[in-house]
């Protein structure tokens, strides 16, 4: 059994290194099967899914979907099934997109909307009973470990390897509690690490 694991959205197939890894070993007849959580894991893409599933199918290969397991993905029915599946993975997808966009408008305003991301805590005036001039301000707890996760990837250390040593270090996420403990996941960091242009008093920041 082989494991292929992308750190990249599975928005489409394209970049995916290691989803190309595994579309050239299915034609070398490597396997038979490929298991998978959700459909969504595969692609969120409808075209996509349903045209590499035709194209595996074609070398043997069939998919085995943990969500869909009780329903037969080959069969006219549950092929219609997978579509509309596919189909509303694709659609929130969108809607996703549409809501960042609109996050970036109000940014554009000089006003924060939305979660503080990794790094920044969020501060606003208060005038009245409302908030105003949203914005956000370094944390500097988060700041330090932010440090910390750039030098080990300056270091050339995968996403995995630096959640390792972040919890291996009892450090923190952003949701530990008293009652709660929280780990840290290798997407975790990925997004962390790959976000970019944060506005702080109307000026933009990397992170």
Not at 47 to 64: E, F, P, R, T
Not at 176 to 192: A, L, P
């Amino acid at each position: 059994m082989k494991t292929y694991q992308d750190e990249t959205s599975g928005k489409d197939i394209k970049g995916r290194i290691r989803f190309q890894e595994m579309i050239t070993d299915a034609k070398n007849g490597l396997f038979n099967g490929i298991c998978m959580l959700d459909n969504d894991r595969f692609s969120r893409s409808t075209k996509d899914v349903l045209n590499v599933m035709d194209d595996l199918l074609s070398y043997g290969v069939k998919l085995h979907i943990y969500n869909l397991r009780h329903i037969d993905i080959y069969s006219d029915q549950g092929r219609f099934i997978l579509t509309n599946f596919a189909a509303f993975s694709e659609f929130f997808r969108g809607q996703l997109a549409s809501k960042i966009r609109i996050g970036v408008k109000q940014k554009m305003k000089n006003e924060w909307f939305g979660q503080a991301p990794y790094g920044y805590k969020i501060l606003s005036d208060i005038v009245g009973n409302r908030k105003k001039n949203t914005r956000l301000i370094e944390n500097p707890e988060e700041q330090e470990v932010l440090i910390i996760m750039n030098k080990l990837r300056g270091e050339r250390k995968s996403y995995s390897e630096i959640a390792h040593y972040l919890n291996e270090n009892n450090i923190k996420t952003r949701y530990t509690r008293e009652d709660k403990i929280s780990s840290w996941y290798s997407t975790t960091v990925r997004n962390i690490l790959n976000r970019r242009d944060v506005v702080i008093n109307g000026e933009k920041e990397e992170t």
